[in-house]
């Protein structure tokens, strides 16, 4: 059964409540997904440790249940 963009945004809210999060539904049918996710939480993170932690939050449903992710990060600029 796909995920729903909610289910998606929760799940990485839950573990990174700070981030913003943007999906895109690639090919109309919930399993193949764009999103752009931006958290201060990333300042000072490799993009690989940043994915890491937006893998952790979707707690392994990657492969099966969430089919395809792009998968885009970023710490807000600097004011």
Do not use: C
């Amino acid at each position: 059964m796909p995920m729903s963009a909610h289910e998606i945004e929760q799940m990485i809210k839950s573990k990174i409540p700070d981030a913003t999060v943007d999906l895109k539904d690639l090919a109309g049918d919930n399993d193949h997904w764009a999103a752009h996710v931006v958290s201060p939480s990333f300042k000072g993170k490799s993009r690989v440790q940043q994915h890491q932690m937006v893998y952790d939050a979707l707690g392994g449903r990657m492969g099966g249940v969430l089919h395809a992710l792009a998968l885009t990060t970023a710490a807000p600029p600097e004011t």
